[in-house]
């Protein structure tokens, strides 16, 4: 059972007002920092190596894969046993293979198949944390604020975005990478520490005597018999075939499309997470009765929109702008479909749910990721975003076409 709120807090902002839930929101920013520094060192580093885009998109797409291997393992634990003490094991795992990345690069060891090593690496012991994590924020406050929780999440997620990446570039510029590499591992600790403090609680009652394949499968039914989770999943598909490539091909986006170093590459990878922070702050402007089709369209509507103006702007101070928009089109959209996923889901489900929505990403994210970049290497990163935001515009006027989106509509 979950206890009254502590603090007093804006009427804006009422899962933050829960002591559980504040304590996970506030370490996570920290850590979610450091992860978004790694990620610019990383595909930096790469980019720098190799000079050449499809490797960049290789390292990329090797720490994405677990997400389709892995997170089915994750989501069958999420529903046996405690979802804090889980997290807090998946997290000790990726702190240990951020202190040996930081240690290679530190002494000048780092090739680039030894980074798509650790990339995948990283991206294993992530997998399986991922839908807990997605599975423990609905746990830490009473179900009236979890829409809010859900939106607060992904904001600090996009806190991250906005302060990580330039962090990193600035790093990266005047100490070198292994210094990004290191505040990543030391950011983990901060985590370790918060989710220490959190009460074990007990699982949501799914039973541990089948199989994790039985489980699993269980949770695949579950979420193909309701209609409003398969329009949430398809849309979310769409979307990190769409972003994805933006975010990871954002070296490229700097370096050939506008010629910048690397502190300009992390202004231009910033620029994503200042627009997804706006996103976040309008987001949760709106009364929870606004329907969850409405935000999506809206949503999905200006990630079209704002990839193909930064397709075709000339300048950096105008790519700046439209990568600002790009994340602002995102964080509208991807936290109302998370929202509308956690609240058609039973708890029962809820950890093997989520983990089918982690796979969709550890596919589309991955496999966007490699044709994108090699499409980049032959025809360049200006033609591919163009293309990518016809693709979407499409996509969008045929679910408006077939009614679809009022599926989502149905969550409470």
């Not at 720490?63 to 997290?91: E, K, W």
């Not at 680039?112 to 995948?120: G, N, Q, R």
């Not at 016809?390 to 969550?411: E, K």
Request: glycine share 10%.
């Amino acid at each position: 059972m979950i206890d009254g709120p502590d603090w007093r807090v804006p009427r804006s902002v009422p899962a933050l007002g829960y002591r559980d839930y504040r304590l996970y929101w506030t370490t996570s920013v920290v850590s979610n920092i450091g992860s978004m520094m790694y990620l610019a060192a990383i595909g930096w580093l790469v980019e720098d190596i190799t000079d050449d885009p499809w490797k960049v998109t290789v390292a990329a797409a090797v720490g994405l894969i677990p997400l389709l291997l892995m997170s089915p393992f994750g989501g069958s634990l999420a529903d046996r046993y405690s979802r804090t003490r889980l997290f807090l094991a998946t997290v000790v795992g990726q702190m240990v293979v951020a202190v040996a990345l930081a240690w290679v690069v530190q002494i000048d060891a780092e090739t680039f198949w030894v980074l798509v090593a650790f990339s995948f690496g990283g991206g294993a012991t992530a997998s399986v944390g991922a839908p807990v994590q997605q599975a423990i924020v609905v746990e830490l406050v009473p179900s009236g604020a979890m829409r809010n929780a859900v939106f607060l999440n992904s904001t600090q997620w996009n806190i991250s975005r906005a302060v990580g990446p330039m962090l990193g570039g600035w790093l990266i510029q005047f100490w070198g990478p292994a210094a990004a590499f290191w505040f990543n591992a030391a950011s983990f600790t901060v985590l370790v520490i918060g989710l220490s403090l959190l009460p074990p609680r007990p699982p949501p009652g799914a039973s541990s005597s089948y199989s994790f394949l039985a489980d699993f499968l269980s949770g695949f039914r579950y979420a193909r018999s309701v209609e409003g989770i398969r329009v949430v999943m398809l849309a979310s598909f769409m979307l990190a075939a769409a972003i994805s490539p933006t975010q990871w091909l954002a070296p490229v986006i700097a370096d050939d499309a506008f010629g910048v170093d690397a502190a300009g590459f992390g202004v231009l990878l910033g620029a994503f997470g200042i627009g997804s922070l706006i996103g976040a702050v309008l987001l949760l402007q709106f009364d929870r009765g606004t329907l969850y089709s409405r935000l999506t369209t809206i949503g999905i509507s200006a990630v079209a929109v704002f990839t193909m103006v930064l397709a075709v702007v000339p300048t950096f101070a105008l790519g700046v702008l439209a990568m600002g928009g790009v994340g602002l089109a995102f964080m509208v959209t991807m936290p109302t479909l998370t929202s509308a996923l956690q609240s058609l889901c039973d708890d029962t489900y809820r950890g093997r749910v989520m983990s089918l929505w982690m796979m969709l990403f550890g596919l589309a994210a991955p496999l966007s990721i490699l044709v994108q970049g090699g499409i980049a290497s032959v025809i360049g990163i200006r033609w591919v975003l163009a293309i990518t935001a016809i693709a979407v515009a499409v996509y969008l006027a045929s679910q408006l076409t077939r009614g679809r989106l009022r599926h989502l509509d149905t969550a409470g």
